[in-house]
Each structure stands twice: as C-alpha cells, then as structure tokens.
C-alpha cells in the first residue's frame, strides 16, 4: 500500500524540457498544434457497429459514448499545452487545425462529436487561462487537485466521490464569479477547463493522471433516459409513493439506533473523514514494530509518535494518542486534516480507532523539526534555506487563513512544528488546535491552549482568537530563525527579550548585525535580513490590529526569496533547488 500526498507543481524548467523533446503532432493530426504523443488515443468498443447512445459527458458535454475517448485525449493534450504556453483552450484557427478523424476511427472528431464550440473566446469561460484560474481561484483549485490526487484502487470509489465534489465546486465557484449561471453551455466549457487545469498538475505522472481519468465517467449522464422521461411519469410517481413510505421507515430505524451508545465499528472507513484510510490495529502494531524494533520520534502531553513502515515500505510517522488526552483534540485534528490537503501540510494518511486506543498515521519528515536542525552542531542551517522555509510556512498559513470555508487559525505555530522534508521543504504539522472562525471573527474560548512564548499577547489575556494569532506565533519563529536564540524552552521572559531586541534593531537603535545568528558567519544578505526582520516585528505587534495579513506577510517573503534566489550564481542556485540536506544523526525528542 503506497499512500501519496497532492502533487505539488513541477518545476517549469522541467515542464519546458519535457515539452521541448515531445513537442511533435500526430502523424494523423498533421497541422494541429496538440501533442498526442503522451496520452495517444485509445480506440472505443462503442464505436464498433452502429451505436448513437447519446450522453452528457461529464455531466455538461453533448456527445455519443463513441466520443468520450476522444474528449478524454483532447483534455490531456490541452492540459499538456496549458503547463506551456498557460492556455486552457486553442484559438478557433488552431483548433479547426485539429479536427481531424482519430485514427483508426474515422468517424470520430472534433466536429463529428460536437465539440467545435470548445476553443477560446467562445465563451466566457472558454476565455480563461492556468495561471489566471488557478490564481483567482486559489482554494477551489488547491482542494480540486488535493482530492483527485488521493485516488488509489483500496479505496476508489471514496477518493473519487471527493475528487468529484471537488471538480463541481471549483466549477461551480468559477460559474459564479463570471455570473454565467443557468447557461448550459458556459457551465460545460467550464466543466472543462476545470478538468484541464487540474489535470495539467500532474499531467507528466501517467498513474496520477489515469487515476483521475479513471473517475471522470461518474460525471456522465445519459441523455437518453433523460428523453424518454415522458414514458416512466407514472412508474415515478409509484416508486415516489415507495421511497416517501421507506423514508418514515428509516427515519424511525435512526431514531431508534441513536437512542442507543455509538460504538466504533472497528476496520470500516469513516465516510465523514473524507479521503482517510482506516487501518486496523493489527496493521498499526505491524507497522510500528517492523524488524522487531520501535523507533520512537518524539513525546508530549498528548501522545507518543513512533516511526512506521507500510508493507511497501514506506516509512511514516505514527502518533499514538494517550487514553487520558482529550478525545476533542483527536477528533478536532482527525476531521481539520482530513479536509484540507497543501504541499506546506504535514499530509494525515489515516487514523486508527479500535479498542480504546487513537492512532493517526502522517507522512513522516526525514529531517526532524526546524528547532533541532537550528541547534545542529554539525551543520548549520544557511541562510538561503532560513528564508524559503519562511516563505513556505507563510505559503501555507495563508492557505489556512483564506480556507473557503473560513479562517483556519492553527493557534500552535512554533519550530517544533515545522517538520522538514528530505529536501528541507517546510510542514506545518499538529492540528491538534486547531479551530476555524470566519475570516474577520473572534472567537472567545473558555479555555486558552497554545505554547508559552508562541502564544498571541491579546489571546493569553482575553481569550479572543482571530487569524491574527497565528500571524503573532509566525513573528516569533521568523525572530528565532533570524536570530538563532532560544529555539527550545521559549517562555515569557525570553519571548519579551528577544521580541525588545528586534524592536530596538528595527528602530535603529543598535547595530543590524547584533541580531544576526553568529553560526551564519556573515554568509547572510543583510538588505533581505532587514525586510524580514521589519515584518516579524509587525507580526509580533502587542495588538492585532497592527500585524499584517497572511496575505501580506506571504507577498513580501516571496519577494525576499525570489531575490536571494537572484543573488545567487548560476549553479549555487542550481544546487540550492536540487540538493537535500543529509538527516541529522540523532533525532531529540520531538514535542507532540
């Protein structure tokens, strides 16, 4: 069993090489501009003899099932183009170029199966491109991709229910910001340009992209059923009087079910945790004692966490949850994992709930958290990297602060929850905390949790939890990575020193270089230094009205790292984006 995380993007060097050797049209596409040379067309037994069964191909697309092989290579080839040139749909020029019969089928093409109407500036949608869709429609794309790259065969029919729900609202989303709804043939080419973008974020792994394909058809509809309506009135209405009887059934059958205490059904998957595998305790205690021998990564207040190997042999990260730790905070981290998926996200794989023990299974983190690679006596983490894990981080807090659904506020931002990759990428990780409230909410809490020294001044007083608390954590690691001081046992006294100094450094008052981390050796931008060190003092402003956005706080470091990127030399900047740094030899204690 390998379990996988949403694609990120691939690099666009690699996108242009890749298109660059496979660049070449059809032998039987002469003059089209499309490359069918990847994902070729596959001949459909529909077409054999005489078959016009008319159907909605995914959902909005008139066509007969001889064609949907055909709108799927024409999808792939877009998506493929689109990672080049950003273009969704071809001009009306190049595509008539490409109406050409799909060998060996020549009845099937573009115009024999109607989609003449599919090239830009058609529509409105039609008019879309990648990079503008994916930027106004940051979320409904982050969460399309995330769901349709979960697909694997233990569990399709689950993972393609969400990737479905995914495509539909991201469509949806779009329909309704050009205020096209209730045109049925803007919903269809959004339909498809939906499908194009997401399929072009992974369009170079052909399993990713079969996987998603593979879904697709669950779209459909067949137009024929929907004609003969006319002829089944009466049996509806028989089969309406059946489901209205069968309905009070049911509902007297929950009623009498829930009267009774809820017990876990052990090994099912649980439907509401989209996404999730359920792993047996078997398969836990498999995992965790592999080759005989436990390897624990780290302990808290709220559980132990172990490292784990799948029957793959994939390695992951095990959290086993204490019986006296708070059921809430499970359930909380369970069901806030399970709904939102980013590259800057420590990836939930799946959760265990059997016999009274909790266990949640992640992605395991080969380079431990930026609090131990920070104290590192053998290697000392350089600046360059300093700054794309500040970048990253601020990535996924504003992926989290602008969530659809609400502001999710993380509350517990601190280096020891930020896991490294083998390449040193950034992961926020426990969600433990976590709580969602509308973007310019405050929520009061009974009760405050977070970590001393981390925690937002104003949240530690009142009680009142907004984004901006997280913004505050967030000031205090980019303090501590700029610095390189106090990165464990931070408390209140430490916080308030080190939170001084900046200010003072900031306002001029002493020398620039008196809060650079010494083990840097001057190896160090200073102008950049300086910028992020002027937004970590915003973001740790004593009150919240003062600090930036997510937004704003993502935009600026951006900017940083795009610049130290600049500074480099050609092939140490090369390196930095290839290499990976070697795993520390000894783990500490990671807290939970």
Not at 86 to 97: A, K, M, N, V, Y
Not at 284 to 303: E, F, T
Not at 455 to 482: H, R, W
């Amino acid at each position: 069993m390998e379990l996988r995380c949403p694609h990120g993007l691939v690099p666009l060097t690699w996108v242009f090489l890749q298109l660059l050797i496979s660049h070449a049209p059809p032998a039987d596409a002469a003059g089209c501009v499309l490359d069918f040379s990847k994902y070729p067309y596959t001949p459909a037994g529909e077409c054999v003899g005489v078959n016009d069964s008319k159907v909605r191909a995914w959902g909005s697309i008139e066509t007969t099932r001889c064609c949907e092989n055909a709108l799927v290579t024409l999808s792939q080839a877009l998506a493929s183009r689109a990672n080049w040139t950003s273009q969704i749909f071809l001009t009306r020029e190049d595509w008539e170029g490409c109406d050409h019969a799909f060998h060996p089928e020549p009845a099937v093409s573009i115009s024999s199966c109607g989609f003449s109407d599919l090239y830009g500036g058609s529509t409105r949608c039609s008019s879309l491109d990648l990079a503008s869709l994916r930027q106004n429609n940051t979320y409904h794309y982050s969460d399309a991709v995330g769901r349709c790259s979960q697909i694997t065969a233990p569990a399709f029919e689950r993972e393609c229910r969400g990737c479905i729900d995914g495509l539909l609202e991201m469509r949806n989303g779009i329909i309704k910001q050009l205020e096209v709804e209730g045109n049925n043939t803007e919903e269809a080419v959004c339909g498809v340009a939906v499908i194009v973008a997401v399929a072009a974020s992974g369009i170079w792994d052909s399993r990713w992209v079969h996987g998603l394909y593979s879904c697709l058809p669950a779209l459909n509809t067949e137009e024929q059923a929907i004609s003969k309506v006319r002829y089944i009135v009466p049996k509806a209405l028989l089969a309406t009087g059946a489901a209205t009887i069968g309905l009070i059934l049911v509902i007297a059958l929950i009623k009498y079910v829930t009267m009774k205490p809820d017990k876990p059904i052990e090994g099912k998957v649980i439907s509401t945790w989209s996404g999730l595998y359920r792993f047996s305790k078997s398969e836990i205690q498999k995992a965790i004692n592999h080759g005989n021998q436990k390897v624990p990564l780290g302990s808290g207040s709220a559980g132990s966490v172990y490292q784990g190997v799948l029957p793959s042999g994939q390695l992951v990260a095990i959290k086993h949850i204490y019986k006296g730790a708070m059921s809430d905070s499970f359930i909380r981290e369970v069901e806030e994992h399970s709904r939102i998926r980013h590259p800057n996200l420590v990836c939930l794989f799946g959760c265990c709930i059997e016999g009274g023990e909790k266990y949640l299974v992640y992605e395991y983190c080969s380079n431990g958290n930026l609090a131990h690679n920070l104290l590192r006596s053998d290697n000392v983490l350089p600046w360059d990297k300093r700054v794309k894990i500040l970048r990253d981080c601020a990535l996924a807090l504003r992926f989290l602060h602008y969530y659809p659904d609400g502001c999710i506020v993380h509350r517990d931002i601190k280096l020891t929850n930020i896991l490294l990759t083998e390449k040193m990428d950034p992961k926020l990780s426990d969600f433990g905390l976590a709580r969602m409230i509308g973007m310019d909410e405050t929520k009061v809490f009974t009760e405050v949790r977070g970590t001393i020294g981390y925690m937002d001044p104003e949240y530690m007083t009142n009680a009142k939890l907004t984004c901006a608390s997280d913004i505050y954590s967030f000031g205090i690691v980019a303090l501590q990575l700029l610095s390189g001081r106090k990165v464990i046992e931070l408390n209140i006294d430490a916080r308030d020193i080190l939170t001084k100094k900046a200010r003072d450094v900031a306002q001029k008052k002493r020398a620039l270089e008196d809060f650079v981390d010494p083990r840097l050796d001057g190896i160090v931008n200073l102008v950049d230094f300086d910028s992020i060190l002027q937004v970590a003092v915003l973001s740790v402003a004593s009150s919240s009205k003062g600090r930036p956005s997510s937004d704003d706080l993502f935009s600026e470091l951006d900017r940083i790292w795009k610049d130290t990127l600049a500074s480099m030399p050609p092939r140490e900047r090369s390196e930095r984006n290839s290499s990976s740094v070697q795993h520390p030899e000894s783990l500490e204690v990671l807290e939970v």
